[in-house]
């Protein structure tokens, strides 16, 4: 089995699963509750965001724990409802769709477009931004093609130009994989979800800058500084804290590893099908180096993702989380593809875990998988 899917979401560290079942049944205390079982489960709460927020060169309390970036997404954009937004074309659906949204209920959202490798330029943001600009959202890294945004730049101008406007980034794609300090790049806000990283699914967090409370997405019992009601989940955040031990201080060793991969795994398919029979949506060097994006003109990737996976290799087309929306991908369309172009592509997402092994056994697969859908489509 190769799974080339880690982009919708990846393997629990065995580890880290460990972790959360041993806190589930050993440290089952309220962290709210004032007695030692709450103490220890909510020294536990704390350690690991303590952990967190050091991976981004943020201080503990700054970090707000969610169920996923989705809802820090929603907590974030929703404060700025009625005024003016920043944004990008190939935004994730849940920043993307959120925006749309307050637009209709009278929020100003400027859309950057992007060129053919899925970039912003810094000149048309320099343009956009204005003194009744609220907020600027621009994703770190594209969930469809790796597109990599220089946060730092981006960063610096907004700095620079002395507004008001407030900066959030999406991290879910580069959190743990690509360098993030919140500080150097002059990040408000920063969303991101534990189950990209090998941590457990319903946990995350949202980084809100010291002096900055965002309205709370649900009231209640007060918890998280009153920034996040309801019982935190111990287990799953203390799972989360063990899933950043272990990939912090690798990433520039995964980064690596990571990288010749992809363009091991990219020139092997470009062999089967030549020049003509591929299209690299994006940039094999700038992009991160767990993504890649292929197009292949005149096939069908819903064909082609059937076959891999009678051979046991899972990739996919696009977003999980609207891969079952049949529009055409809206990153995909803002890069200038062609919609047959479109309708042929396919998301390869790899992570650490990933094997040169894996990766001879998705060659073949695809050598396989490739030569029968052109027999059936020719």
Not at 58 to 82: D, H, M, P, W, Y
Not at 182 to 196: E, G, I, N, P, R
Not at 311 to 331: F, L, P, R
Request: charged content about 25%; proline content about 3%.
């Amino acid at each position: 089995m190769v799974y080339l899917d880690h982009c919708a979401t990846t393997p629990v560290y065995p580890e880290v699963a460990d972790e959360l079942m041993k806190v589930m049944c050993a440290a089952y205390g309220n962290p709210s509750s004032l007695h030692a079982k709450g103490r220890e489960a909510m020294d536990l709460v704390e350690a690991a965001r303590k952990t967190l927020a050091q991976a981004i060169g943020a201080q503990a309390q700054e970090l707000i724990f969610t169920s996923c970036a989705t809802e820090g997404n929603n907590q974030v954009l929703r404060q700025f409802k009625g005024r003016s937004i920043i944004t990008t074309a190939t935004e994730h659906p849940s920043v993307r769709n959120t925006l749309r949204e307050l637009a209709k209920e009278g929020t100003k959202v400027t859309e950057l477009l992007v060129d053919a490798r899925g970039q912003i330029r810094l000149a048309d943001l320099d343009r956009a931004l204005h003194k009744d600009t609220a907020l600027v959202s621009i994703m770190q890294v594209n969930n469809e093609t790796g597109a990599v945004h220089d946060l730092e730049a981006i960063g610096h101008l907004i700095a620079e130009r002395k507004l008001r406007a407030r900066f959030h980034s999406d991290c879910v794609q580069g959190f743990l994989k690509l360098p993030l300090d919140v500080k150097k790049m002059h990040l408000d806000f920063v969303t991101v979800s534990a189950h990209k990283v090998h941590g457990p699914k319903g946990v995350g967090f949202l980084y809100a800058r010291r002096g900055l409370r965002p309205l709370p997405f649900m009231t209640g019992g007060g918890q998280e500084g009153g920034l996040r009601a309801g019982t935190l989940n111990v287990p799953g955040i203390a799972a989360f804290g063990k899933a950043c031990e272990i990939l912090e201080p690798r990433q520039k060793e995964n980064f690596d590893r990571a990288l010749a991969l992809k363009k091991e795994l990219f020139w092997a398919l470009s062999a089967l099908v030549g020049p003509q029979g591929i299209r690299l949506n994006g940039d094999l060097h700038s992009d991160s180096p767990y993504i890649l994006n292929v197009s292949f003109p005149g096939l069908r990737a819903e064909v082609l993702l059937r076959l891999l996976e009678d051979a046991e290799i899972y990739v996919s087309t696009g977003s999980a989380c609207s891969s079952k929306n049949m529009k055409d991908s809206h990153v995909l369309t803002a890069m200038g593809l062609t919609k047959e172009e479109i309708k042929g592509s396919l998301r390869l997402c790899l992570s650490d875990t990933t094997t040169a092994k894996e990766i001879e056994q998705a060659k073949e697969g695809f050598a396989k998988a490739l030569a029968f859908a052109r027999r059936i489509t020719h």
